[in-house]
């Protein structure tokens, strides 16, 4: 029996029994004597198969908003950036434009000034015509 109790015990320690011929080990040292360091380490072993699972609380989430949230959240606050970024750019495009408008036309209305100058020049050549008006020409 001695025998067999050793056979079973290395190929335990070896890992390579089965859980008929780990039975069959428990009960033979049962019923045997010595072998007392083994008798107490299945002993403990029965004790740790015997006790209860306890089950672990999952610790409670904190209240910190999820990552998904916060990814929505980024993303309506860039469309609303883009949004008023665009209104303020386009807000731009159209003031520049009315500065462009603004300095042809004002180009424009100071040599059209400068044109109506000259021609005021040409108007002291109206009285040229005079002598025609005060004598009139004789007709054939």
Known sequence: MNERIEKLLSSYW???STLQEEVELRELLKKSDGFESEKAWFAELEDFSKE???NLQKPK????ASLSWMGWAASILILIGTYFGWQ???RQQEEQAYQEVMAAL????EKYSEGQ?????MNDLK???TTNEVFKPLEK
């Open 127 to 129: 009285y040229l015509n």
């Open 14 to 16: 070896a890992g390579e």
């Open 88 to 90: 303020s750019y386009e």
């Open 106 to 109: 004002s180009l424009f209305q």
């Open 52 to 54: 209860e699972p306890h």
């Open 117 to 121: 100058q000259q021609l005021q020049k």
């Open 61 to 64: 989430r904190s209240k910190t």
